[in-house]
């Protein structure tokens, strides 16, 4: 931030003029930031700006019904009076946040996580006025998710901003329905950039704020000084459930690349690279000569992938992608992500010989095997699983290494003979009585011949379990 040094009213002139009058030389403001430097800047009121966006922020309404049972239901003795009437009316749970119109049409972005698995969405305009909403596109990953209202008007829109332009210390309003309250304006600054590993999406790039956000304004508008979206409103770090100054919102720079793919018809999804990366330590960068810890180290390679086809090679760290310096795997993975499939991206490489630049084609990953999804069933330990073959798309959904093949969990009945031997989703099998397990169709087959124990392998978080069952 620049701050000129301004003369006062009857100030005195100097008593002697330089003999050789210097031109003074002209001052090329980066940005049109500047500090209040008055008491009457100091009075200036947030008012015109929350008028012309508020609009523009929704409430969000989901509901969900939720199966209830009832503590009889099973029992021998009462099914046999009372047959199944002891099955309880399924209940609806109800949750609720916010959302920012971003389309005149009527698109809305908010959280997936304030509509995930909803069988019904509502939106309440700031007007009062209420409609029904459909789902167009979602992303747990991204903790994304785009509405469409059809209401035969244009709606109230906040454009998108360049999140990238945002500097630590500029002004911010964030705009939601926090509690169920109505809608409620709060201001802060920005109070860091990147944060990741906050655990709650995939994509760890988030925009930290000081203004208050709380539970109900999830999916709200974080906007600049321009009345633009600079962020969606996604998380706070509290111990008590309210705020503490620390919110956590994601950058409209993603947004933007999810909501042009759902106006595509398309679902988001992130460019298949086929490497694995790691952070630079810091015994890495000085083997290497790096100045500092920074970037983002390649572990392995797939074969014929985008990354193989780019000229990567394992022991590379990828340092800049354009002209964005690369700190961390997760920056990578962000700017990638915001980049979007079907684009071309320069890295810029080093390795302990050379450094140089490379150029990347950014493609959907591919789904081969596929994936043929099965549900396991019949009388044996794995029951109520449900398994897919692994694929580099289905590794991406899961968020596992993009390497890894075989026979993944992709979800698990809770009320199943699976839940109860503790088999979990994203567990890789890898062996079942002596045999790999290569495929969906091989592990029905193994199961099916009736095996007089169980004794299989599987593969959790990269560590390998063993377990024998009789």
């Known amino acids: ?125 700031a007007d009062g006025r209420e409609f029904d909403a459909q789902i167009l596109s979602k992303n747990a990953q991204a903790d994304l998710a785009v509405l469409k209202v059809d209401a035969g008007e244009k709606f109230p829109t906040i454009p ?26 709060t201001s802060g600054i920005v109070s860091a950039l990147a944060r990741t590993h906050i655990g709650t999406n995939d994509f760890g790039y988030f925009i930290q704020t000081d203004a208050a956000i709380n539970p109900g304004n999830s999916g709200g508008a974080l906007i600049d000084m321009e009345g633009r979206l600079v962020g969606v409103n996604t998380a706070i770090f509290s111990r008590s459930g309210g705020s503490n100054g620390i919110g956590f919102a994601i950058p409209s720079n993603m947004v933007r690349v999810f909501v042009e793919a759902a106006k595509g018809g398309k679902e988001f999804e992130r460019p298949y690279v086929g490497a694995t990366f ?8 000085e083997a290497m000569g790096m100045a500092r810890p920074a970037g983002a180290l390649i572990e392995n390679v797939a074969a014929q992938s985008p990354a193989e086809k780019a000229g990567l090679e394992p022991g590379d760290v990828v340092t800049a992608v354009g002209d964005f310096a690369i700190d961390s795997p997760d920056a990578l993975a962000y700017r990638l992500a915001t980049t979007g499939i079907g684009k071309t ?108 124990g169980f004794d299989f392998e599987i593969e959790r978080d990269g560590q390998r379990i063993r377990r024998v069952l009789r």
Do not use: C, W
Not at 1 to 25: N, Y
Not at 72 to 85: H, L, M, S
Not at 278 to 285: K, Q, R
Not at 418 to 445: E, H
């Open 345 to 452: 991206v320069t890295l810029s490489v080093r390795s302990s010989e050379r450094q140089r630049q490379l150029t990347l084609d950014l493609v959907a990953a591919p789904e081969v095997p596929a994936r043929e999804r099965l549900t396991l069933s019949g009388p044996n330990p794995f029951a109520g699983a449900e398994v897919e073959n692994l694929s580099p798309k289905v590794a991406q959904e899961l968020n596992l290494p993009a390497d890894k093949r075989g026979v993944v969990v992709s979800a698990i009945d809770g009320r199943s003979y699976a839940a109860q031997i503790g088999l979990q989703p994203r567990d890789i099998f890898v062996m079942l009585n002596g045999r790999k397990v290569q495929s969906t169709k091989a592990l029905a087959a193994l199961l099916a011949g009736d095996p007089r």
């Open 160 to 185: 998108l901003a360049d999140s990238d332009r945002l500097e630590i210390g500029d002004l911010v309003l964030a705009i939601g329905n926090p509690f169920g309250i109505g809608q409620t304006v």
């Open 278 to 285: 790691a952070p630079v330590t810091g015994d890495i960068a």
């Open 1 to 125: 931030m620049h701050t000129a040094k301004v003369a006062r009213a009857g100030e005195a002139a100097a008593a002697e003029p330089p003999a050789r009058p210097v031109p003074a030389k002209p001052v090329e403001p980066t940005n049109n930031r500047q500090a209040p430097r008055s008491a009457t800047e100091l009075q200036l009121s947030f008012a015109p700006l929350v008028k012309e966006t508020a609009p523009a922020v929704v409430n969000v309404y989901a509901a969900r019904k939720v199966p209830s049972r009832s503590p009889f239901a099973g029992d021998p003795f009462f099914e046999q009076f009372f047959g199944g009437r002891f099955n309880s009316r399924p209940r609806i749970e109800q949750s609720l946040g916010s959302g920012v119109i971003v389309d005149a049409s009527g698109l809305i972005i908010t959280n997936n996580h304030v509509i995930e698995n909803a069988d019904e969405v509502k939106v309440s305009l």
